[in-house]
């Protein structure tokens, strides 16, 4: 089992800056790749972005590629989520997931394990 927990939602204006962290525990976390997804009132979650095992390879959502920067410090066992630039269309709640395997564009039902999310509010 791996346990992951995110933090540094909250509120923020447009054009602002968060910076998310999911801490992983349970298993060795550098085994995983890792993944951000995002679900907005009333719509489905959708993918946002992904980190390979050891950070190498990288994957984004064309609605934030250049906004948001994905990373990972396998050393503490987190990874992050950069947001800058932030919109109201940006507003949800944030989900870490992790699998064993690195895949772009990933879909939700192939995510192994989930944290329970953190809120992200842009204000306009």
């Known amino acids: 089992q791996v346990q992951l927990e995110e933090s540094g939602g909250g509120l923020v204006q447009a054009g602002g800056s968060l910076r998310l962290s999911c801490a992983a525990s349970?298993?060795?976390?550098?085994?995983?790749?890792m993944y951000w997804f995002r679900q907005a009132p009333g719509k489905e979650r959708e993918f946002v972005a992904a980190i390979s095992w050891r950070g190498g390879s990288t994957d984004y959502a064309d609605s934030v590629k250049g906004r948001f920067t994905i990373s990972r410090d396998n050393a503490k066992d987190v990874v992050y989520l950069q947001m800058n630039s932030l919109k109201p269309a940006d507003t949800a709640v944030y989900y870490c997931?992790?699998?064993?395997?690195?895949?772009?564009?990933?879909?939700?039902?192939?995510?192994?394990?989930w944290g329970k999310g953190t809120l992200v509010t842009v204000s306009s």
């Open positions: 997931a992790a699998d064993r395997q690195f895949m772009f564009q990933a879909g939700t039902n192939a995510m192994n394990y």
């Open positions: 349970g298993r060795t976390f550098s085994n995983y790749a």
